[in-house]
């Protein structure tokens, strides 16, 4: 099982951006922890602060792979295009947020991209793309 991580704009800062909000552990580390919790799946991670790189690493993977847990960051709340590439694409998405959005600005509550995504998590910290791990790692053994 072939599963992305996607980690949109300003992710890239984790463990020096705002730790309060986001934590002071970098995204590289977390990635290693992963790697060796999920054995069973074929992880890889991109991390982009384009809109477009970000579009395009979904056209990419998104006929081939059985999973992309995608953190958009900010576009999340902006962007109908990455909405677009999600529903363009047959290999489920599921939406992760560090923050809890919904406890945040209003301008945090929507997401363009829920609609299109096979499920959203919310606020658990790093801990919300171990939960996305764990639904793919279920269907393996279902
Ligand atoms: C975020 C929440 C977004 O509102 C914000 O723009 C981010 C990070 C999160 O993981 O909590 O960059 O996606």
Redesign the pocket.
């Known amino acids: 099982m072939k599963i992305l991580i996607i980690n949109?704009?300003?992710?890239n800062l984790l463990g020096k951006r705002e730790p309060e909000?986001?934590g002071n552990r970098t995204f590289e580390n977390y990635f290693e922890e992963l790697k060796s919790t999920f054995e069973s799946i074929q992880l890889s991670y991109y991390q982009s602060n384009n809109e477009g790189s970000l579009i395009d690493k979904i056209h990419e993977v998104g006929f081939d792979y059985d999973g992309i847990v995608l953190?958009?960051?900010?576009?999340?709340?902006t962007s109908i295009a990455l909405a677009d590439a999600i529903a363009a694409v047959p290999t489920p998405v599921v939406e992760?947020?560090?923050?809890?959005?919904h406890a945040?600005?209003e301008f945090?509550h929507h997401s363009h991209l829920s609609r299109v995504c096979k499920g959203v998590i919310?606020?658990f910290g790093l801990d919300?793309y171990s939960l996305a791990l764990q639904y793919f790692k279920n269907k393996i053994i279902k």
């Open positions: 949109g704009p300003n992710l909000k986001y953190n958009a960051g900010a576009y999340t709340h992760v947020h560090i923050s809890n959005v945040r600005e945090r919310v606020g919300s």
